[in-house]
């Protein structure tokens, strides 16, 4: 048995077909943009016992690199939730061991970069952890050219100060870009802002590259978000984070 013809003649049959063609584009071409993806940063730190103690660690010191990547660092002075995916050890003139670690995730997948460093480089670091509602920490790693790393957890306003990245300015944007409607509050997603030699604008997620005195970083938007009061939860006041790391 042959497939009956559209109804019609031959003209208005082109025309049904045309038709049909478009509406299934417009309905298949209408589907909403994917939610920006808010991440996570996890910055932990190792070194010498004594340097422990009180709410907030400030560490700032130069040294070798003596090994990357290395097998089970012992992250005693600010832990990570998990094993580091990256870390640097460097040591100190003073003969003193410390070993930076670092995860970058976005829903459970590793999006941790590896910072340009090699073994006998010599760097300096910059790590401070404050505690806040909790404990947020950040770092940098620089050496004679200029900034190697810049990392923020950024949560509760984020624990680096802005003379630790001289010619970087990051913050969140404006514009409400998302919001999630949860059983506790609702969590507006905002966009990152990078100013440096130029200025770069990315929902969370998102990695392009950035000028910075004259050299070319990755800028990595890993989360920027607000949540507050709500009506099944105890949280009172506006908290969130803009978290984000920017290396070379």
Same mark, same amino acid.
């Given at each position: 048995?042959?497939?009956?013809?559209?109804?019609?003649?031959?003209?208005?049959?082109?025309?049904?077909?045309?038709? !049909?063609?478009?509406? %299934?584009?417009?309905? $298949?071409?209408?589907?909403?943009?994917? &939610?920006?993806?808010? @991440?996570? +940063?996890? /910055?932990?730190?190792?070194?010498?016992?004594?340097?422990?103690?009180?709410?907030?660690?400030?560490?700032?010191?130069?040294?070798?690199?003596?090994?990357?990547?290395?097998?089970?660092?012992?992250?005693?002075?600010?832990?990570?939730?998990?094993?580091?995916?990256?870390?640097?050890?460097?040591?100190?003139?003073?003969?003193?061991?410390?070993?930076?670690?670092?995860?970058?995730?976005?829903?459970?997948?590793?999006?941790?970069?590896?910072?340009?460093?090699?073994?006998?480089?010599?760097?300096?670091?910059? !790590?401070?952890?404050? %505690?806040?509602?909790? $404990?947020?920490?950040?770092?940098?790693? &620089?050496?004679?050219? @200029?900034? +190697?790393? /810049?990392?923020?957890?950024?949560?509760?306003?984020?624990?680096?100060?802005?003379?630790?990245?001289?010619?970087?300015?990051?913050?969140?944007?404006?514009?409400?870009?998302?919001?999630?409607?949860?059983?506790?509050?609702?969590?507006?997603?905002?966009?990152?802002?990078?100013?440096?030699?130029?200025?770069?604008?990315?929902?969370?997620?998102?990695?392009?590259?950035?000028?910075?005195?004259?050299?070319?970083?990755?800028?990595?938007?890993?989360?920027?978000?607000?949540?507050?009061?709500?009506?099944?939860?105890?949280?009172?006041?506006?908290?969130?984070? $803009?978290?984000?790391?920017?290396?070379?």
């Amino acid at each position: 048995m042959g497939v009956a013809n559209p109804p019609g003649t031959p003209h208005q049959q082109v025309e049904y077909t045309m038709l !049909f063609s478009i509406l %299934l584009i417009a309905l $298949t071409g209408c589907s909403e943009e994917p &939610a920006p993806t808010n @991440g996570n +940063i996890d /910055a932990c730190l190792g070194g010498p016992s004594a340097a422990a103690g009180g709410e907030d660690l400030e560490v700032e010191i130069s040294g070798t690199v003596t090994a990357i990547d290395g097998e089970s660092p012992d992250m005693n002075l600010v832990g990570c939730a998990e094993a580091p995916s990256h870390t640097i050890e460097i040591t100190d003139e003073a003969g003193d061991v410390w070993t930076v670690g670092l995860n970058i995730t976005t829903e459970d997948t590793d999006r941790t970069p590896t910072f340009a460093v090699a073994e006998g480089d010599v760097i300096d670091l910059t !790590f401070r952890e404050k %505690l806040v509602w909790g $404990t947020v920490a950040g770092f940098t790693l &620089a050496n004679e050219e @200029g900034l +190697i790393a /810049a990392v923020e957890q950024g949560t509760w306003g984020g624990a680096l100060n802005v003379d630790d990245t001289p010619g970087l300015e990051v913050s969140g944007g404006s514009d409400v870009i998302n919001t999630e409607d949860t059983d506790c509050m609702p969590i507006e997603t905002f966009s990152v802002i990078f100013s440096a030699d130029t200025e770069l604008e990315l929902d969370p997620d998102n990695i392009e590259t950035l000028e910075l005195d004259g050299a070319t970083y990755s800028a990595f938007a890993v989360a920027s978000y607000d949540y507050g009061s709500g009506t099944n939860c105890q949280v009172s006041d506006s908290t969130g984070a $803009t978290a984000w790391a920017v290396y070379r």
